[in-house]
């Protein structure tokens, strides 16, 4: 099993949609959490990090359930301009940060 | 601010050569970590430094590869000989431990082809 997993893509949404990515991890251990883009050949940017008690930053928000070794990032009102690809993060610990392999959202208009 | 520096951003080689990729850190960062980005496989981690002192490097694919960080501004990630299926982009990146943010700043990326 891969340490960190995200939903297959891609995801095909029309402009002002709302879409949700989920991402599950093996390691209980783990200590800390985050979501990145990376846009097409570039490299991926820290777009938040994910708190235990769930955290929003304007359109976008970010949850995590422990037990289920879960976490999420949702997306409301979706531009153009949020066509990226969605890596969730995960910290193993020892700041030993692994990548899920990413979820690709194309919005259209 | 410089931000992390890799070079050289492409490389086309053929098999059986020796390649060498390099990276500075941002400055005063004291975790610098190597990626490989593949369609496949997504963003693996191959190793990662703290205070130059190699961490955990169980993700470095066999024996043909290598890393090195002399000094707190250079790293080097060789390939000995490379084969065709090591074509990827390798990022190199960096951060800061004491902000334990998780945020990674990452370099260009070198886009490695080998024929």
């Known amino acids: 099993r891969k340490e960190v997993e995200q939903d297959p893509g891609p995801f095909n949404v029309p402009e002002g949609a709302t879409v949700a990515f989920n991402c599950t991890y093996s390691n209980s251990a783990s200590q800390s959490f985050f979501w990145y883009r990376q846009d097409c050949r570039k490299e991926p940017k820290l777009l938040m990090s994910?708190?235990?008690s769930g955290n929003e930053d304007g359109r976008f928000t970010a949850q995590l359930n422990r037990a289920s070794q879960y976490i999420s990032l949702l997306i409301r009102d979706s531009k153009l301009s949020d066509s990226a690809t969605y890596l969730c993060v995960v910290n193993m610990g020892g700041g030993k940060l692994i990548f899920g392999q990413g979820t690709e959202l194309s919005v259209k208009p | 601010d410089a931000g992390v520096i890799q070079s050289p951003r492409h490389e086309v080689t053929e098999m059986g050569q020796e390649v060498t990729l390099r990276c500075k850190p941002i400055s005063g960062h004291d975790y610098l970590f190597w990626y490989r980005q593949t369609m496949m496989r997504g963003l693996e981690l191959l190793i990662y430094f703290n205070n130059n002192v190699p961490i955990d490097d169980s993700g470095m694919p066999e024996d043909r590869f290598s890393a090195k960080m002399p000094n707190a501004s250079f790293s080097t990630l060789k390939i000995q000989p490379s084969e065709p299926r090591d074509s990827a982009v390798y990022f190199c990146?960096?951060?800061?431990?004491?902000?334990?943010?998780?945020?990674?700043?990452f370099g260009e990326g070198s886009r490695l082809t080998v024929l």
């Open positions: 990146a960096s951060s800061l431990s004491r902000t334990n943010t998780g945020e990674l700043f």
């Open positions: 994910v708190y235990s």
